[in-house]
DNA sequence: TCGTTATATGGTTGAATGGTAATATAATAT
DNA sequence: ATATTATATTACCATTCAACCATATAACGA
């Protein structure tokens, strides 16, 4: 890993903060498997046009995304796929997570049982 | 990667929303040659007390640190070293944006250049 | 017990930002 | 030229949230 300066975590963050928000998120399914013009972004995401306006601008000033005019419609594309790499690291840490707490708990439920138990 | 239904991608937004700020990031970095607890974080990433203190509850609460309790003291670690992993990744694809802003910007000045000797 | 140190919490404020409606711009067809 | 469709922008409101101050809690020593 590159050594992480003030300077380059900051642009990590503002990275992070991109995909922080649900609706961006969306959009970026909803171009994964090819690209898109904003109507059919807009219909995938049942989100507002001027929203998936701004989001689409906020993606592509990001370089998430590329942006592709034709015609009267304009398209985006995914600019960097790896994007769902880390959705795959995430899940898979959200999962672990999720793991360790349904055992918690199951471990929890058989102490309260014996100690049940015992009462009797 | 999983099916990134609605509900999966809320929770991946947290996530990133977590790792979206340059204070939380740092905290992370402070601990990621090995646990401290909060006296020595704040003296190294030059945060108030409240501040960092309610940065570790939610870091905590979002399952990306531990928290141990040590006489008056609380030490914190690192609950899943991939977040580095992620920042990694966020790197790289910053590398390759800026080369090709700096590429395009060369070829720019390349072809100003060129038109300029036309002038002459 | 009391004081001290370490950490957590509550309250406040200001800045950033997502959503939406209205409007502007751009491209095409009639 | 004008209407129409697609996209972008602006203005506004509501919400979120980081930073900070003050205060509370918890652990330990004198």
Avoid: W
């Amino acid at each position: 890993m590159p050594t992480l300066t003030p300077t380059l975590l900051s642009h990590v963050a503002e990275y992070f903060k991109v995909l922080s928000e649900l609706s961006r998120l969306q959009v970026l399914c909803a171009i994964k498997s090819g690209p898109k013009n904003v109507t059919e972004i807009m219909a995938e995401t049942e989100l507002g046009q001027a929203n998936v306006s701004k989001h689409l601008k906020i993606l592509t000033q990001a370089g998430l995304i590329s942006r592709h005019p034709r015609g009267v419609s304009v398209y985006y594309e995914l600019a960097d796929p790896m994007i769902f790499d880390l959705c795959t690291l995430v899940c898979q840490s959200l999962e672990q997570r999720l793991q360790r707490q349904s055992q918690q708990l199951s471990d929890l439920s058989r102490s309260v049982f014996v100690e049940s138990e015992k009462q009797v």
